[in-house]
C-alpha cells in the first residue's frame, strides 16, 4: 500500500520539476537575449553596417536567378532599398 502511495505521488512530483525547469530554461534565455542587445550598444555602428554590407552581398549572390523576379516583389513589397540584378 505505502508503494501505491508513493507511485500516486511520483507524476505530480515530476509535473513540477518539469515546470520548475522550464521557467529556468526561459528565464535564462531572456537573460542572455537581453545581454546580448545591451552588447549591442557598445559594438561601434560602423562595424555593423558593414557586417550587414557584407552579409547582404552574401544573400544577394546566394538568391537563384529564376526566383529573383519574385524576390525583388516582395522586396518592394517590404520598402527595401535592395534589388536584385
Avoid at 15 to 24: D, G, I, K
Avoid at 28 to 50: M, P
Avoid at 54 to 62: A, K, P, S, V
Amino acid at each position: 500500500m505505502a508503494m501505491e502511495q508513493r507511485a500516486e505521488q511520483a507524476p505530480p512530483q515530476r509535473r513540477r520539476h518539469q515546470q520548475q525547469l522550464r521557467r529556468w530554461q526561459k528565464a535564462s534565455t531572456w537573460a542572455r537575449l537581453i545581454r546580448e542587445a545591451e552588447a549591442l550598444w557598445r559594438v561601434n555602428v560602423r562595424d555593423l553596417r558593414r557586417l550587414g554590407a557584407l552579409e547582404l552581398d552574401q544573400l544577394l549572390q546566394e538568391v537563384p536567378p529564376s526566383i529573383r523576379p519574385r524576390v525583388n516583389r516582395w522586396l518592394a513589397g517590404y520598402g527595401a532599398l535592395t534589388r536584385l540584378a
